[in-house]
């Protein structure tokens, strides 16, 4: 994606909730398979985007979160929240690459990433991510996944172009399973109201507003274009792919 489609994509995605599917209940369901945390427990959230679930994280512990987006845009954006609900103390918000985190080993006691692994990709995300979490601490991860074998092939397709990495429950399980180190505490699919309310119904009227906007501008409208069809795939054929918590816990180096 060139600087311009680049700069189109974050427009479109601008002063929305959330940069991808996720709720606060799916963020509470997936901390609370979490036990025998310390009482001050120590996170790092990667790719927080705007920090929707870095802020229900605060909510839940006694502790500090370090929440890190290498967009400035989200950064300060997460900043700002934090000075006004006064969580300085628990969160500290850093403009950071996920590709060359620089933290000591053994550092954190989770490590949380909604919507966001896939940047890295889900094998190397949970393999190059382990040497931060202490012995014992959870890597806590949604990534999108098929449901369904034999998904309708203009789905298929989209997906095969757009993320052609995505697997199924049992791929992703066996992707897990081959790193060694990791004990697989859950899996949680998300409900389809958590690809809605706070991602695709505010995204679609981002693209609505910009389709007007952009209206001639075809290199703008291709991007704005792609993330419309994205949501009526969704809608389409939801029962076809979801997004799926992942919850694992450190057993070895």
């Known amino acids: 994606m060139n600087q311009k489609n680049l700069k189109v994509f974050f427009e479109i995605h601008q002063g929305i909730p959330r940069q991808g599917p996720g709720d606060s209940e799916s963020t509470k369901k997936a901390f609370l398979k979490m036990v025998d945390l310390p009482s001050n427990i120590k996170i790092l959230d990667i ?46 918000v850093v403009n950071a690459d996920m590709f060359t985190l620089d933290f000591p080993q053994a550092s954190f006691d989770v490590i949380w990433a909604e919507g966001a692994i896939y940047i890295i990709g889900f094998e190397n995300g949970i393999e190059q991510w382990k040497s931060l979490l202490k012995q014992g601490g959870y890597l806590a991860a949604t990534e999108i996944t098929w449901l ?65 906007h952009y209206q001639d501008d075809v290199e703008a409208l291709e991007v704005i274009n792609m993330t419309q069809l994205e949501i009526d795939l969704y809608r389409k054929y939801s029962e076809y792919y979801g997004y799926i918590f992942y919850i694992l816990q450190k057993l070895s180096n």
């Open 47 to 92: 790719g927080c985007g705007a920090g929707f679930q870095t802020l229900d994280l605060a909510n839940l512990i006694n502790g500090k979160i370090i929440a890190i987006d290498k967009h400035t845009l989200y950064v300060d954006k997460l900043k700002q929240k934090v000075l006004q609900k006064e969580l300085s103390d628990k969160i500290e």
């Open 148 to 212: 369904k074998p034999h998904p309708p092939r203009e789905l298929e397709e989209f997906w095969n172009a757009n993320y052609p990495a995505m697997q199924d429950v049992d791929g992703n399980l066996k992707i897990i399973q081959k790193n060694s180190g990791y004990k697989i505490i859950d899996w949680l699919i998300l409900p389809e109201s958590a690809w809605w309310n706070h991602y695709y119904n505010p995204l679609e009227e981002r693209v609505q507003l910009l389709k007007k």
